[in-house]
Structure formats: structure tokens, C-alpha cells
């Protein structure tokens, strides 16, 4: 049963400190999202990579946000230094670009960040 | 700027009462309409994807349709398991394959037995 696994599940710091949130996309797919929900802004998109190269981060702090693919295993959105605005469930999704319209996303479970 | 709205933000139901989500949105052509479902404390499910007005899809209890400028999801005689938020997205770019998604803010059913 292929699913996006995400790590950690929950995440409780204090404001400056370093958050590290990875994600293992399902295998053999080449795209890879990071959204992060909240109550009042829904889900929003931060970045995505296809075939690791980085499409699309207009949609996060570049001051505090970075998002890597190490690999095509994993995907890491790391924030430097958290701030208690960034309290959000952060969801990972991959995909399957085929070269044809087709959308379908597959999100993990998310790490929800507390942010002190 | 690409927008996409759903009403209501909440829907309460009996069990075997049918209604109707509703997705509108502002993009500049269409690209297709994606359904999820969201059950709490977990990441959105794939439901549908629509592509052209006109089209419809089904699942169960589920029917979603699309026109030109919105799309509903039918609900026929709902159960309890039925209960969760239904978010609707546009691709970002128009024409693209396997883009990122502009989500809704969902719309939150409750269906009581």
C-alpha cells in the first residue's frame, strides 16, 4: 500500500528554534508539494519540486523557509528560526507527472507544528 | 488572481438527507476541478478530478459535477461515514501536468444518524 510518510507526526518548540520536517514521497513519483493548513487560511501552497529540481516557492518566507530534495526519497522543509505564526499542519503530496493532464496528489498524514 | 470559494462552510444533515457542496471559482479558463475529502487529523483524500463542463463523476453516495465556472458535489442519502470536510482545488498553471493545486476552504459535514 504506496503512501507519503511524514516525519515527525508532532512538533512542539519554542520560538527560534530550528524545525526540520521531512517527507518520503511514494515510489516512483516525480513531484513533490509542501502545503501548509491552517484554520483561517486553509491549505496553501509553500513549494513543489519536480524531479527534485524546485518549480515553485513563491509561497514561503524565503527569510526562515527552505525546502530541499536530498533525494528522490525524501523532501525536507526546514524553518530557521520558527516563530509562533508558523503554527500550521505542514502536509507533504506527490504525484505522478505523466505528461498528460493529470492532477491526482497524494497528501501524508502532516506534522503539526506548535510553535511556543 | 485565481480564486476558489465553497459554500456553505458547514452542512449539517440527517442520515438519508441529500444536498448539494457547492465550488465556485475565478480562474482564466478551465483546467479542471479536483475534489478531496478531509478527514480530521489526516491529509486530504483524492476523490475526483473533472475536466471538461458538462462532466460527471460518481463514488458511492457521491456525484460531482462541473460547469464553466463552478462545480457541485451531490450527496445522496448521506451516512455518518460520510462526515468530513470536502475541499475543492484548481491547478495553479493552466496546462500544466502534475501541477500544485489552489485549494478552497471546504465546506465541513456533519451527518447525524
Known amino acids: 500500500d504506496a503512501r507519503v510518510t511524514q516525519t515527525p507526526r508532532h512538533k512542539v518548540t519554542e520560538m527560534g528554534q530550528e524545525v526540520t520536517m521531512r517527507c518520503q514521497p511514494i515510489l516512483g513519483h516525480n513531484t513533490v508539494f509542501w502545503y501548509r493548513q491552517t484554520m483561517m487560511q486553509g491549505l496553501e501552497l509553500l513549494a513543489y519540486f519536480r524531479n527534485r529540481a524546485p518549480l515553485d516557492d513563491s509561497g514561503m518566507p524565503k527569510d526562515r523557509f527552505s525546502a530541499e530534495m536530498p533525494d528522490a526519497t525524501l523532501a525536507t522543509l526546514k524553518i530557521q528560526p520558527s516563530e509562533p505564526r508558523d503554527s500550521a499542519v505542514y502536509f507533504c503530496?506527490?504525484?505522478?507527472?505523466?505528461?498528460?493532464?493529470?492532477?491526482?496528489?497524494?497528501f501524508g498524514p502532516g506534522t503539526r507544528l506548535t510553535v511556543t | 488572481e485565481d480564486q476558489v470559494t465553497q459554500s456553505p462552510e458547514a452542512l449539517r444533515l440527517q442520515e438519508g438527507e441529500s444536498s448539494s457542496l457547492n465550488c465556485s471559482y475565478t480562474?482564466?479558463?478551465?483546467?479542471?476541478l479536483f475534489w478531496y475529502r478531509q478527514d480530521p487529523g489526516k491529509g486530504p483524500e483524492f476523490l475526483f478530478t473533472l475536466y471538461s463542463a458538462g462532466e460527471e463523476k460518481e463514488k458511492e453516495r457521491l456525484k460531482a459535477t462541473l460547469t464553466k465556472k463552478e462545480s457541485f458535489l451531490h450527496i445522496t442519502a448521506p451516512k455518518p461515514e460520510d462526515s468530513a470536510t470536502y475541499l475543492c482545488a484548481v491547478p495553479l498553471e493552466a496546462n500544466q501536468a502534475g501541477t500544485a493545486l489552489i485549494f478552497g476552504k471546504g465546506t465541513t459535514l456533519s451527518v447525524s444518524s
Open positions: 480562474v482564466s479558463g478551465l483546467r479542471g
Open positions: 503530496a506527490s504525484g505522478l507527472n505523466r505528461g498528460i493532464p493529470t492532477y491526482e496528489q497524494y
